[in-house]
């Protein structure tokens, strides 16, 4: 590159500028959302306040940023063999709580995307509930998917 | 001025980066479906004919103890849990029972894992079938005044996954 050999120094300018003024974020999938055994028939809801079998993301950011926090969701939870099962959340499925002393957790819907500011600290918490409907004729089995946390600080 | 172009573009391209960041993470989303279970009262405890002021035990490995039939989801961990009467009863009448005896097992005979049946859950395995035999025994202590007749109770087992 002979335009880098000309302009080291812009180079080294261009880079250390990136790096300072790009924002740091980190998204840490804690614990999954797990529903345990369920019986064909018979609905099996999670609430995102369940200490054990809610979901939850860690999330590290900087105390002031503004974050826009997204779910992707499936809509179906799949057996090995290939059977599947719905699952759906609403409106109140989740929440957005920070890791500060007397934090106010916030619920939201985990289908809509979420702005919020961290005003008192720059790691939150995210957890995720929800509700699996297995049919009257549900195959036994373990059924899984995966749930996505998407945040951008901006 | 290629080169000049060339680092406008790359400037332009760290600018574009600069103060905007995002970042991923996935969980799982779990569930398993379990045949539902079944318990069914299979056999009584009964102790027959006992007699005032002798106690009277049947083991939990004796054929004439009681016995719970449970079906569920093939080699699968359950929890037992027990609802034990303290006293058989005839009108106003007590006769007390205790130092319960429990024994399960895959197959329907009394010799496979002892316990102490009681209101905690008690850890038990399903066959490969989904089946699970469970065998209860007891002591009942009539007094030397026990009043004569008919005594009954009830035991109620729970099973869940």
Known sequence: MPWARRFPFLVLFLTCTAGSLRAQVGVVGVRDLAFGNVIPGIQTIVSPSDPVRSGMWEVSAQQGDRVRVRLTLPARLTAPGGSQMPVTFGNNDAIAVSDAPGATPVTFNPRASQNFRLVTSGRFFIFLGGRVTPAGTQAPGAYTATALLTVTVF | ?161
């Not at chain 2, 000049?4 to 779990?30: D, E, H, R, Y």
């Not at chain 2, 005032?52 to 093939?74: C, H, K, L, Y």
């Not at chain 2, 895959?106 to 894992?113: C, N, R, V």
């Not at chain 2, 007891?138 to 005044?145: E, I, L, Y």
């Open chain 2, 1 to 161: 001025m290629r080169s000049m172009k060339t680092v406008s573009a790359l400037l332009a391209g760290f600018l574009s980066l600069a103060g905007t960041a995002n970042a991923q993470g996935t969980i799982n989303v779990t569930a398993t479906v379990q045949v539902p279970i079944t318990v069914t009262g299979a056999q009584d405890l009964n102790f027959g004919n006992v007699i005032q002021g002798v106690p009277s035990t049947i083991d939990a490995t004796n054929a004439a103890a009681g016995r719970f039939d449970v079906t569920g989801s093939p080699s699968t961990g359950v929890n037992m849990s027990f609802t034990l009467p303290a006293n058989l009863t005839n009108g106003g009448n007590n006769l007390p029972i205790g130092s319960w005896t429990g024994n399960w097992n895959t197959t329907a005979t009394p010799t496979g894992t002892g316990f102490t049946p009681s209101g905690g859950n008690t850890a038990a395995t399903t066959s490969a079938g989904g089946n699970l035999f469970v065998f209860i025994g007891a002591t009942v202590s009539p007094g030397a005044a026990q009043a004569l007749g008919a005594y009954t109770g009830t035991v109620t087992l729970t099973v869940i996954y």
